[in-house]
Structures are given as structure tokens and as C-alpha cells.
């Protein structure tokens, strides 16, 4: 059969008809970008004149309103009035040295030198700016030259290296310092000064009180929204704040000047009600601080959060959602990763979101609820189809530390006008994830899990049935406690694996792992510490005795079967603390005259046990302990905490440490030489000895 020609002629078509199309789009995609910039150009242009405008409508009316005023700046700060003529000024220096550089590129070399010698003349006239000293730096702030201030400001900006869109086209913006270790002072100083005088730049007369040093809670602030600057300062505070807000986000590893600026925007706070836009960038510059890994930069990022919060508290505005969401995601982005070294770093933030909900518990209960919804749809997908991408939405740090969250806000605001009508969702949403995951190597997990619904329950007097959960655990075969397991768990393998598991920072137990006598030891303990703990928690009822049959009747069993005597002898305390417990609800219980419908006298009965506690006269034998059993755990972790820290170190530590043993080894070294020549001395004296005889 003959072999078909393709037709060179339709394949050339197609082929220009898709080049000619795409060239076509691009050349349109060109253009209207190219109009774009031009537009954004105008745009910008259009706002510096308005912006020019407005400033020298506001000084003229400044004659009128404040003659003293403006005649201070005319002697004083004459460089504020000049505002517009600067900036032209500046324009036309930069476009005629453009026009030399140009004209220098293009003329032969005898016009070269013309030039030159020109452009050396125009330099030699132009005054040279020093080098800022530390004391020019004193007397600036010491003055309280807000716009030179300012501008020394851009300049150590610059000298770091952390750029400042703010910044001025001055040349006093770009100056150099005579010493480096004065730059990041002059940075904090600066921003203190203005810190220190947020009353002289605010135009509202409420602000007089604190300017003067009187304290807030003397005199109530008024709204965010009557607050406005001066127009004299308007601008030159707005700059000010964005270019703090740019040396934060440039400065991320410097935690010392993080820390320190972070403290001076704490006064700075009610300066940004009265600057739009300042709000935004104060939460996107601040944020991600609140999970730095310095303890300093934390705190100080995290009080002006909430001061920012506070001031916002029932405005419903967009800053106020942004602020919760913000501090709850950097939360979550943190908590990706949890071990004993991001641990303080993940409870300073979720003590955060618990502090900052706490503004606003209306708002507060809307994004609870969203993001409880968020949760509960994750699990419903990894119940209906457990897939590898369902189940790992589920299974993670990130989803256990944010329902541990949402547990710590509601038992906070646990009231039924608050946070109350969530809690039954919290524990259906921890209850389904010990469901879903109910195989024995997940037992860390349930452990987890279980801490938090009997922290829940502790703070909002709501019963949670979690004894069941426990002694699910503790009645596993998967633990069992035999002799067979002892022996196994004590060879040499057993206990170097044992030194890899922590079940404070696992989700799930590993195969090598799990037949370790280490392994089940610990879950045992910790089953045993939650079980006392929910004990004591119900200890106060009157119903306590009927309430905890089955659990008396599952350990004393536990008891006959556990032969590790560390856990048996944990059972035995466990049993004889619940039967005291049992004997004196049961005699107390015989003297009253009501019965189980009367509620107020059950509540009474219950608040006088509960007196009886809190007064630490003779606290019930359950709650005695289980403040013994978290003494120690306190002790163990705290231990386990100091060996983590001294294993750890700085880069200055270790290359510190080199250096010590590389000198270490040189002096063995040196000393291993000199031996060797003493010893060749002392053996070419007996071959001399030895010839001579």
C-alpha cells in the first residue's frame, strides 16, 4: 500500500496560524501592561501633588489657628514648611546629573575631560555631610528634633541594610556613622522618643492626661475613632511608623533590637487607630514575632497584640477579624512541629489565643465556632472514606495542639452566655478522634486526647466520661504486664530503644517500640496519672460513690493481674485513696435530710467540700494524690527539660568549644614532640656512654 504525502502546505498553515495567534495575545498582554504601568504612574504621581497639596493647605491654615506654632517651625524646623519645594528641588538635581552621565557616555574624550572638570566644580561647591557621631545622635533626641530624628532613623535603617519605602529622597536619609556599634542604639532611641511623646502628636484633648504621665485607668481613653494627629505631624508620623514596621520585618533573627522596638510601640498603640493602614501593617509585622523563638520577642510582639486587641474590642471591624484569625494560624503554623524545644514557644501561643478571645467573647464565639466546624468536617471525611490524605488531616500535631486550643478557650469562657454551648462540641470532635483512631500503637494520642478533656472538665464543672477511655487503655492486651514482656524489655536493644521514646511528643508508638518495657511502663503511668486526675475532679460529688463502681472493680482486678511493682503499688495508692474517698462522701452523705431532686442543697453540699479543699485543712484523700503524683511529674519534666538545654548549643558555644580542642590537641601534640626529643637525648647519652667504655 502506498505510503499517504502529507500535505506541507496545511501543516505550514496550522503552524503559522498558532505562532501568528500566539504572538498576537503577547503582543496584547504587552500593551495593556504597559498601560497599566502607566496608569499606576499617574496614579502615584496624582497622590504626591495632592499629598503636597494638602500639606501646604494645612500650614496655611496653620496661621490662622496657631500663629505662635508656626512661627517655631520658621526658626526652628523650617525643612517641614519646604516640604513641596524639597521634593522638586531633588528632582531636578537627579535629572541634571542623569543629563551629564549621559552627554559624558556620548562626547569624544576631550569633552569628557570638559565635563568631568564641571562635574568636579559642581561637587567642590556641594557640601559634604559627616559621619553621625554618637554624640550628634544624643543632642538630636535630647532636642527632640522630631524630623531629624526621623531621618537618622533611615539612615541606621540603611546602614543595616533593611530598606525603608518610607524613607525621604534626602540626603540626610543616607548618611554613614562613624561607628557601627551605634547604629542599632540610635534605632531604639528613636523610636522610644517617639514613643515617649505620643501626646504632643495626637490633636485629641484627651490625650493632654497622658501626656502629662497620669495613668489610664485615672482617666478613661476616649473611642479609637475621635483620635487625629496633627496635621503638622501627620505625615511625618505616618512615616515613622512604616518604617519601624520595616526594620521589624527585615530584622528577624536580630532578637535584641526586635524586642527593644517591640517595647517602644507598646505606647504607639493609639497612634495607629489615627493612621490608616498603620492597623495592617502593625498585624502583619507583629504576628509572626508572637511565635519567635526568643522568649523576649514573644512577649513584648505579643503586648502590643493585645493592647491592639483591647483597643479594638466591639468595633466588628475587619482588623478585629484579621487579629483573630492571625493570632490562631500563626498558632497553627507553629505547631506543626512539637518537641520539648518548640513546647514553650506552642504554650506561649495558645495562652495568646485564649488571652486575645477573651477581648471579645461574641466575636470570639463566632470564630470558635467556624473553626470547630473546620475540625468537624475534617474528621467526618476521615470517618466516611479513610483515605492516606483524609487520615493525615486528621492525624497530626497541628489539628491535636488546635482542638487542645479550642479546649483551653472554651473551659476558659465556659459560661453559658460565653463560650458554654461549645463544649459539647469540643468533646464529640476528641471522642470521635480516639474512635477513629483506636488501635493500641495510637494509645499516645488517647493520652493526649484525655489530658485535655480533663482539663476541660476540671475548669467548667462538665462531666466528661473519661474513665471509659482509660480503662479501654489500661484493659488492653497490648500493654499487658507479664513476665515475658520484662524479660523482653530488658535486653540490651530494649534499652537503647527505650532512650528514643518520649510519649510527651508522640501521636503513635513504633513497631521496635512497642514490645519495650519502657513503652508500657509509661503508658501505664500516664493512664493511671489521668484516671486519678479525673477521680479527684469528681471527688466533690455527692453521686461519687455510684459514679466510680465500675472503676473500683476494673483496678482492684488490674491489681491481681499487674506484676511490675512500680505500677502495681501505683494501683494499690489509686484503690486506697478511692475507698477513703468513697467511706467519707458516704458518712457526710448520711446526715443530710434532702434528697437527690433538691438541687440547691446538692450544690451546697458540693461547694462545702470543695471549701473544705481550697482552705487546705483536710483536703480529700483523691485530690492529696493526685497533687502528689503531679509534684512528681512536674520534677520529671522539669529535669528532662535541663538535660534538652544542656544538650543543646549556640554556634558561638560550639565554635568556642573547637577552639578549646583544637589547643587541647596541639598542646598534646607539642608535648608528645618534646617527649620524643627527651627521649632521643637521653638515648644518644648512653650510646655515648656505651662507646666510651
Known sequence: MPKEKKSFKKFATKHLAQKIENRRQTAVARKEQKLRIERKEKREAKEVVQEETQHQEDLARLKETDPEFLQYLENEESNLLDFGRMAQDADVVDEAAGSDAETDADEDDGGQEEEGGGADVADAERPKLSRVTAQEASEVIKSKNFAEAFLLFCSASKELGYPIAEAPNHEKARRRFDSPNVVKGILVSVARLFAAHVGVFLADSGTAAAATGSSEKQKPQRAATTMELKPQYKN????????????????????????????????????????????????????????????????????????????????????????????????????????????????????CVVDIYGTDVECAYQHTFVYLRQLAIYLRQALQSQTQSNVRAVFNWQYLNALRTWGLVVSTYHEPKQLGPLIHPVVQIAQGMMDLFSSPRMFPMHLHVIEMLNHLSERSGVYVPVSSYVLRILTSSFIKLDAEATRRGATASGASLADELDLQFSLRVKKRHAKLMTFRVGVWREAMFQLVAHLSSLSHSIAFPEATWAVRATLAKLKRDVKVPKVNGLISSALHKLDETVKVITVKRNTVNFGPCDVAAVTVFEDE?????????????????????????????????????????????????????????????????????????????????DADE
Open 236 to 351: 511625618l508620623v505616618r512615616r515613622m511608623v512604616g518604617a519601624i514596621f520595616s526594620v521589624m520585618r527585615g530584622a528577624t533573627h536580630d532578637g535584641p533590637l526586635l524586642s527593644q522596638l517591640a517595647q517602644s510601640l507598646t505606647s504607639i498603640v493609639r497612634l495607629l487607630c489615627a493612621i490608616r493602614g498603620s492597623t495592617k501593617m502593625a498585624l502583619k509585622s507583629l504576628l509572626p514575632l508572637c511565635g519567635h523563638a526568643e522568649e523576649s520577642v514573644r512577649v513584648a510582639s505579643y503586648l502590643v497584640i493585645s493592647s491592639l486587641a483591647k483597643r479594638l474590642a466591639g468595633t466588628r471591624s475587619l482588623h478585629q477579624s484579621s487579629l483573630f484569625k492571625g493570632i490562631f494560624l500563626t498558632l497553627v503554623k507553629t505547631a506543626g512541629q512539637y518537641n520539648i524545644h518548640t513546647l514553650p514557644v506552642v504554650g506561649f501561643l495558645m495562652s
Open 609 to 689: 467540700l470543695k471549701a473544705t479543699d481550697a482552705a487546705g485543712a483536710k483536703a480529700m484523700p483523691l485530690v492529696q494524690l493526685h497533687q502528689t503524683l503531679r509534684k512528681q511529674r512536674v520534677a520529671e519534666f522539669a529535669a528532662k527539660q535541663q538535660t534538652a538545654s544542656a544538650g543543646r548549643q549556640t554556634l558561638e558555644a560550639a565554635v568556642e568549644k573547637g577552639s578549646k580542642q583544637r589547643g587541647g590537641a596541639s598542646d598534646r601534640k607539642k608535648g608528645a614532640k618534646r617527649g620524643r626529643v627527651e627521649a632521643g637525648d637521653g638515648n644518644g647519652d648512653d650510646d655515648h656512654g
